[in-house]
């Protein structure tokens, strides 16, 4: 079954901030961020693990509740450069395909 | 490193035709997928290998979609007959059990008429 992205789309101001949210209603492994700009293929930006630790890298970053199966994306004093649509991809078990998300797509405006 | 290989970019053929989608893994990476892109349904998995084994055939749509991985380095996704409903984006992706991060190559626009 699809994670589910919250929102769907989110027009921000260069320097605002963001959040993006990712549940689903199955036992989550992993949860992997994309970032695919239009006429691109999608980028991978972080992969968070069962057990394992928030991570982040410079001004993006993101957690994993495991108790509520959902995963949250910030991005901080955002960028034009962060334009695009964001995708979460979840695996269950020891699987080590995704299933993606309907994304979100982010608008950062100067 | 050249990345995720595919090819061709755009492809347009008609309705009933055969269509070959071909996708160069980067090289150590033992897993390889394979998923279609569209407004509607987004990005849907077709199939996914590891050591060139098909693991997860679900997502194939019918008995017109067959993949193959005959090496470590080569994959194809056959269409045949193709129908207007095909019409996507096909993306392959590869990745290792050290980076589990997926590598997508730059996918094959395929329009059928």
């Known amino acids: 079954q699809q994670p589910v992205q919250s929102p769907q789309a989110v027009i921000l101001r260069e320097g605002e901030d963001a959040v993006i949210n990712c549940s689903s209603s199955?036992?989550?492994?992993?949860v992997h961020w994309y970032r695919q700009k239009h006429g691109e293929a999608p980028v991978f930006l972080m992969i968070?693990?069962?057990?394992?630790e928030q991570k982040g890298h410079e001004k993006i970053s993101a957690s994993f509740n495991e108790k509520k199966q959902q995963s949250s994306l910030y991005l901080t004093a955002s960028q034009l450069s962060y334009s695009g649509t964001y995708f979460c991809?979840?695996?269950?078990?020891?699987?080590?395909?995704?299933?993606f998300g309907s994304g979100t797509q982010l608008t950062v405006l100067p | 490193d050249a990345g995720v290989i595919q090819s061709p970019r755009h492809e347009v053929t008609e309705m009933g035709q055969e269509v070959t989608l071909r996708c160069k893994p980067i090289?150590?990476?033992?897993?390889l997928f394979w998923y279609r892109q569209t407004m509607m349904r987004g990005l849907e998995l077709l199939i996914y290998?590891?050591?060139?084994?098909?693991?997860?055939d679900s997502g194939m749509p019918e008995d017109r979609f067959s993949a193959k991985m005959p090496n470590a380095s080569f994959s194809t996704l056959k269409i045949q007959p193709s129908e207007p409903r095909d019409s996507a984006v096909y993306f392959c992706?590869?990745?290792?059990?050290?980076?589990?991060?997926?590598?997508f190559g730059s996918g094959t626009r395929l329009t059928v008429v």
């Open positions: 992706a590869s990745s290792s059990e050290m980076n589990y991060g997926y590598t």
């Open positions: 199955k036992a989550l492994y992993s």
């Open positions: 090289s150590g990476h033992n897993s």
């Open positions: 991809g979840a695996s269950s078990g020891s699987a080590r395909q995704l299933t």
């Open positions: 290998f590891n050591n060139n084994v098909p693991i997860d």
């Open positions: 968070l693990l069962k057990g394992g």
